[in-house]
C-alpha cells in the first residue's frame, strides 16, 4: 500500500527566507508521480508542482521546486524567497497506478507560517 | 472562465437526511473525484470516475453514493447510512489519462450535521 509521510506539523520562516517542507514516501510501484498542493485558509487546494518517479531532473516552477531523492524516498518541496501569502497548509501527494485510475493518496500535511 | 465549482460553500444536514453536493466543471476533464478532509488530517478518496456513466469507490465510499450522467458533473449524495457526515468535501476533475496528470480542485463543501 502506498503511503505519503509528512512529519513537520508546523513550521515557521521568516520573510524572504527559504523553507525546505519534507516529504516521504512508500510505494511499491516502479511508475510514480509526485504532487505538492497548497491550502490556504479558504480551503481550496492549489497545485504547486509535479515530479514523475523517472524525471531525469529536479522539478521547478517558479519559487517552488522539489528536492526529489529517489533512493531515500523522499520529495520534499523547497520554497525560495518566502513571501506572506506563502502561509498556507501544504500537502504531498502521490499518484497511484495500480487499481486503475488516477488515484491520490495524500500526507496529513505542514502548516507554514510566514512571519515579518 | 474556466474551472470547477462546487455549491453550496456551506451547507447543514440534520441527522438521518440526505444532502447532495454539486460539482460541476468546464475544463474538459474525463476524470472527477471526490474527496473528504477532516480537521488535522489530508484528503481521503470517497469515489471517482474517470468516463461519464461509471464510477468507482474509493477507500471511504461508505455512506456516500454517485451519479456521472453528464462530462460536466459529478454530484455527490451523503446518505443518513454515513456514521460521521460532518466534514470538508473537496471535488476535483483531471485527464483520465497520463502519469503526469494533475488533478484541479474546486473550493470546497463545508457540510455539518446538527
Known amino acids: 500500500a502506498q503511503k505519503i509521510t509528512q512529519t513537520q506539523p508546523g513550521m515557521f520562516v521568516q520573510e524572504k527566507e527559504a523553507v525546505t517542507l519534507d516529504c516521504t514516501y512508500d510505494t511499491s510501484d516502479p511508475s510514480y508521480g509526485l504532487f505538492w498542493y497548497k491550502q490556504p485558509s479558504s480551503g481550496e487546494m492549489i497545485f504547486l508542482i509535479y515530479q514523475g518517479s523517472y524525471d531525469q531532473q529536479n522539478a521547478t516552477e517558479g519559487r517552488y521546486s522539489l528536492n526529489f531523492q529517489k533512493a531515500r524516498k523522499s520529495a520534499n518541496l523547497v520554497i525560495s524567497a518566502s513571501q506572506l501569502g506563502d502561509s498556507a497548509m501544504y500537502f504531498c501527494?502521490?499518484?497511484?497506478?495500480?487499481?486503475?485510475?488516477?488515484?491520490?493518496?495524500f500526507g496529513t500535511g505542514t502548516q507554514l507560517k510566514v512571519e515579518l | 472562465d474556466g474551472g470547477i465549482t462546487q455549491s453550496p460553500k456551506y451547507l447543514f444536514r440534520k441527522e438521518g437526511q440526505n444532502v447532495t453536493l454539486s460539482c460541476e466543471q468546464n475544463?474538459?476533464?474525463?476524470?472527477m473525484y471526490w474527496y473528504r478532509q477532516d480537521p488535522g488530517q489530508g484528503l481521503r478518496l470517497i469515489y471517482y470516475?474517470?468516463?461519464?456513466?461509471?464510477?468507482q469507490k474509493g477507500d471511504i465510499a461508505e455512506g456516500y453514493s454517485v451519479s456521472r450522467e453528464k462530462k460536466e458533473s459529478f454530484p455527490l449524495t451523503v446518505t443518513s447510512a454515513q456514521k460521521n457526515p460532518t466534514a470538508f468535501y473537496l471535488c476535483?476533475?483531471?485527464?483520465?489519462?497520463?502519469?503526469?496528470?494533475?488533478?484541479?480542485f474546486g473550493p470546497g463543501t463545508r457540510l455539518t450535521v446538527l
Open positions: 470516475s474517470q468516463i461519464v456513466n461509471d464510477f
Open positions: 501527494a502521490m499518484r497511484r497506478v495500480t487499481g486503475g485510475g488516477n488515484k491520490l493518496t
Open positions: 476535483a476533475s483531471g485527464r483520465s489519462s497520463g502519469s503526469t496528470d494533475t488533478q484541479y
Open positions: 475544463l474538459n476533464h474525463d476524470a
